[in-house]
Every structure is written in structure tokens, then in C-alpha cells.
């Protein structure tokens, strides 16, 4: 693997850490400095999640737009070096109000997501890029996977602990950028920045008007809001359900984490060899339906933790429907469609962690007439239905493999 592939794979890595390091001593953290019970901490939780996502959704296209202007190596070295001081911000936050200012500079800075997956299609030709773009997959499960894990082990040293080794990791992995990145994108395929595009709005609208593509993006939506019920809830649910502790509940994520870097790093490959886009998109939906409503509903927490790898098959969706996009878009507006894409899941980070967790507080909450910790996992599996439904009798055939006009 090149250097510079490799660096980006880290980079993604880092920014889905910003995801799962809070995960395992979020309901400590949010008590420690805010008070109140595990109900009101699992609120507190689902608003710092969300305006996380609230800046990725604002600035996905804004630092798409920039690398499609300027190029991807200065946006990626930049967030890394803005990353690293806001992790620093977050070891040191005394109030809520600190935290959640930190979260503001977080989900700007880990909307880097989008010029990654740009870098990766500037690098690849159009019918590898959904191979390809499952190497970003894996470094955002290997991420998953470091950030509970890392978060886990290091809160039995304190709350704190994982922030400063997040901030070294991120200033680590700058130096590196600083010495292996090349700029990928060619003179010739830069294009003006513009406002109106540089906006999820904008950038939508004008992804939304290229034949096939709307669909294609509802689906991924609809996958995103789905899939964020684990990076929500699942701290809640494990202490609630199977009275887990912070150590347990990171390595459950772990194991979550390595599944899906195996996953989008190689089985991947083997399915879209075999099945071809279309047919992986639907198999992952198939398994995602399956281990949701498992999860939901089964009592024992070592069958629980069994369902968390099969849960991961899931993973082949983003890289085989991001691969379907990318071919329908021109290579200036690569970064456009990835900043969209990366809105589209930040979008779905505001809303789930809402909906996942009041769902979660009304069937855990004291008279609840229905206790039901697994609830959102049913809500999470009723979505995958619906995108699973859009994508089989809206996008048609001919959509999955035309090229961009």
C-alpha cells in the first residue's frame, strides 16, 4: 500500500475515532461534569452527537468544494492540525458548554471524510473506485474499532486519557501527511469555488438533477440514519440491558469495529466480484434487517455480542452505492458528490441520535407502560425496510451501471 493511500485510510481512521472514543465514558463524562441520572445523560449524549453532525452536515460540502478547488492535500493537513488542538480543548473541558463547543470543532473537522473519498477517486479508475472506496470503509471500521477500544481501556485511567491520545494520534498522523501526500488532483479538473454549490442544499440539488442519482442518495440516507443506532444508543443500551461496563461496552465495539474493517477491506471485494453492486446492496440490507431486529429482541448478551459481526455485513452498502454515484459524476465534482454523501450522513447523525435515544428514554424511562431497551434497533430495522424498498423499485438497473453523461 502506498504511503499516501495509507495516511487518508488513518485520516478516515481518526475521524470515525471522534465518533466512538466518547462512546464507552459518554454516560460517566456527561455526568461528571453535568449531573443527573443515566436518562437525562443519555439527552445530554444524543445533543452532543448531534451537533457533531450538524457541523459535518454544514461543511462536508464546504471542504469538498474546497479540495475540488484548491486540492485535497491542504484540507486534509489542516483538519488534522485543527483536530489535534480540539482534542486537546476536550481533555480539558470543565462544563458541558466546553464539550459541546468541542464537538462544534470536531464535526468540522472530521468532515474530511469527504475529500478522503476524493483523493480515492482521483487515484482509481471508474470501475474500481466501489472497491476502492471500501478501503475508506475500512479505515472508518478500524476507527470504530480504536475509538470504543481505546475509549474503554483508557477511562479506567480517568474520562479524560482517551482525548490526549487522540489529540497525539492526530498530530502524529499530521507529520506524516506532511511528508508522504501528494496533491492528486489535476490542474485541469480544478474548479471554481462557489457558494451556492458549497452548501448541502446547493451541492444537492445539483447532484439531485444528474439522471438516477436522487434515489441513490435516499438510500443512503436512509442506511445512514439506520446505521447510526449503535454510535447513539449502544452505551445506553448495553448498561441497561445487560448492565455492561465502560471496559465491556468498548470491546463489544471493538469486535463491531474489526468485523467492519474486514468487511469494507475485503469481503467487499468478494461480494461485488460475485454479486455486482446492485446484488450487494441488497444482501447488506438483508443482514442489516436480520441482526437489528435480533438485537432488539434477544435477551442473552453473549448472543448479542455473536449478532455484532453479522451486524457488520451492513458495511458493503456505503461502498457499493458510493461506487454507483461516483460513476455518474465528472471528475471536478468528486469532491461535491462525496461532500454531499458526507452531509447525507451527518444528516442522519442529527437525526438518529434525536430519535435513538428519546426512543430509548421512553421504553427505559420509570412507569414506561412497554419496557423495551431494544427499541431503536426496531426502529433502525423498520428503516433499512424502507431503503431497501426505495432501492429495489426506484432505482433500476440501467442506473447502477451508467456512466456520468
Known amino acids: 500500500m502506498r504511503p499516501a493511500v495509507a495516511f487518508v485510510m488513518i485520516t478516515?481512521?481518526?475521524d470515525s475515532m471522534g465518533i466512538g472514543l466518547m462512546i464507552p465514558v459518554m454516560p460517566d463524562l456527561i455526568r461528571e461534569v453535568n449531573g443527573g441520572d443515566l436518562s437525562q445523560a443519555a439527552v445530554w449524549g444524543g445533543l452532543l452527537a448531534t451537533t457533531f453532525a450538524v457541523m459535518q452536515f454544514l461543511f462536508g460540502p464546504v471542504l469538498g468544494g474546497l479540495s475540488d478547488r484548491f486540492g485535497r492535500r491542504p484540507v486534509l493537513l489542516t483538519s488534522l492540525a485543527v483536530m489535534a488542538a480540539d482534542y486537546v480543548v476536550m481533555a480539558l473541558a470543565g462544563s458541558i458548554w466546553l464539550l459541546l463547543l468541542g464537538r462544534v470543532i470536531g464535526g468540522i473537522t472530521a468532515a474530511t471524510h469527504a475529500t478522503a473519498s476524493a483523493f480515492m477517486a482521483d487515484i482509481s479508475a471508474p470501475e474500481e473506485r466501489s472497491k476502492n472506496f471500501g478501503l475508506i470503509g475500512a479505515g472508518f471500521g478500524v476507527g470504530f474499532l480504536l475509538g470504543p477500544t481505546m475509549g474503554g481501556?483508557?477511562?479506567e485511567y480517568g474520562t479524560?486519557?482517551?482525548?490526549?491520545?487522540?489529540?497525539v494520534l492526530a498530530a502524529g498522523n499530521f507529520i506524516l501527511g506532511w511528508f508522504v501526500l501528494k496533491e492528486t488532483l489535476r490542474p485541469e479538473h480544478a474548479r471554481p469555488?462557489?457558494?451556492?454549490?458549497?452548501?448541502?442544499?446547493?451541492?444537492l440539488k445539483q447532484l439531485g438533477n444528474l439522471p438516477g442519482v436522487r434515489p441513490l442518495l435516499f438510500v443512503y440516507f436512509f442506511y445512514s440514519v439506520a446505521f447510526a443506532v449503535y454510535p447513539a444508543v449502544w452505551s445506553f443500551f448495553g448498561q441497561e440491558r445487560f448492565g455492561w461496563q465502560p471496559s465491556v461496552i468498548g470491546l463489544s465495539l471493538a469486535l463491531f469495529g474489526v468485523?467492519?474493517?474486514v468487511v469494507q477491506g475485503g469481503i467487499i471485494r468478494?461480494?461485488?466480484d460475485r454479486l455486482g453492486e446492485r446484488g450487494t446492496v441488497i444482501a447488506g440490507h438483508l443482514f442489516a434487517i436480520g441482526t437489528y431486529i435480533g438485537i432488539a429482541l434477544i435477551p442473552s448478551g453473549l448472543i448479542t455480542l455473536a449478532l455484532t459481526p453479522i451486524a457488520a455485513i451492513a458495511g458493503v452498502i456505503p461502498p457499493a452505492l458510493t461506487g454507483i454515484m461516483s460513476r455518474k459524476v465528472a471528475d471536478n465534482a468528486q469532491g461535491e458528490l462525496q461532500g454531499v454523501l458526507t452531509s447525507a450522513n451527518a444528516l442522519a447523525m442529527i437525526l438518529s441520535p434525536l430519535a435513538m435515544t428519546a426512543t430509548f428514554a421512553q421504553f427505559t424511562r420509570d412507569g414506561t407502560p412497554f419496557y423495551l431497551p431494544g427499541a431503536?434497533?426496531?426502529?433502525?430495522?423498520?428503516?433499512m425496510v424502507l431503503a431497501l424498498g426505495v432501492f429495489l423499485f426506484r432505482v433500476h438497473?440501467?442506473?447502477?451501471?451508467s456512466p456520468a453523461p
Open 12 to 14: 478516515v481512521m481518526i
Open 160 to 167: 479524560r486519557a482517551p482525548f490526549w491520545a487522540a489529540a
Open 270 to 272: 468478494w461480494a461485488l
Open 193 to 203: 469555488f462557489e457558494w451556492r454549490r458549497a452548501n448541502p442544499f446547493g451541492a
Open 397 to 401: 438497473r440501467s442506473d447502477v451501471t
Open 376 to 383: 431503536p434497533f426496531l426502529l433502525a430495522a423498520a428503516l
Open 153 to 155: 481501556f483508557l477511562a
Open 259 to 261: 468485523a467492519m474493517a
